[in-house]
């Protein structure tokens, strides 16, 4: 089985920061990555999908890229409505798995 | 609009049974895979099991493989997990999800499912 390692765990920024969110793959799995977002009391959101393609109506400060078994989620200036907790999730092989998350919080 | 809805989710004892279901609507439904996905309280998401668009070919996690039945009926735009066996450590909310490719693009909002005596 594939395990992704998320890092860090905890994240704390301020507005305007730049973040970056790190996913390591015990394996490679080319670029079948996702990233999710969730805040509190919802529904995970996909943000990007195979590791670098922006999902529609997202804004343009998260990007992603990676591919193997290294990936980085980035958000190039950290907005209000940014903290929460971010995901990834490999779709290579299954049994599919996710990383144990990162929560940014407010610096 | 694409919308997931779940339902079926509750309070069971230990070794019980629940069926939950996801009802799809917005998009074609017998096109796709679906996922169910679930997060303990307090923790992050697990992924449980997937079914492909047809319903031939199915998947499932380490820790609900023969427990766990995921199914659809295409005719009901309908996605089901049969839970059996249940465990405290099965508790938490179950999410459905439409599958692309590269990841799962549309969520329900959620079933909490409680196992405890």
């Known amino acids: 089985d594939i395990q992704l390692t998320q890092s860090p765990s905890f994240l704390s920024a301020s507005v305007g920061d730049r973040v970056t969110i790190t996913c390591r793959a015990s394996q490679g799995i080319n670029t079948y990555l996702a990233w999710y977002q969730q805040t509190p009391g919802k529904a995970p959101k996909l943000l990007i999908s195979?590791?670098?393609s922006l999902q529609s109506g997202v804004p343009s400060r998260f990007s992603g890229s990676g591919s193997g078994t290294e990936f980085t989620l980035t958000i190039s200036s950290l907005q209000p409505e940014d903290f929460a907790s971010y995901y990834c999730q490999q779709l290579n092989t299954y049994p599919l798995s996710f990383g144990g998350g990162t929560k940014v919080e407010i610096k | 609009e694409v919308q997931l809805l779940e339902s079926g989710g509750g309070l069971v004892q230990p070794g019980g049974s629940l069926r939950l279901s996801c009802a799809a609507s917005?998009?074609?439904?017998?096109?796709?895979?679906m996922s169910w996905v679930r997060q303990a309280p307090g923790k992050g998401l697990e992924w449980v099991s997937d079914i492909t668009n047809g319903g031939g070919v199915t998947y499932y996690g380490d820790s609900v493989k023969g427990r766990f039945t995921i199914s659809r009926d295409n005719s009901k735009n309908t996605v089901y997990l049969q839970m059996n066996s249940l465990r405290a450590e099965d508790t938490g909310i179950y999410y459905c999800?439409?599958?692309?490719?590269?990841?799962?693009?549309?969520w329900g909002q959620g079933t909490l499912v409680t196992v405890s005596s």
């Open positions: 195979a590791a670098s």
């Open positions: 999800a439409k599958r692309i490719r590269n990841g799962a693009d549309y």
């Open positions: 917005g998009f074609t439904f017998s096109g796709y895979s």
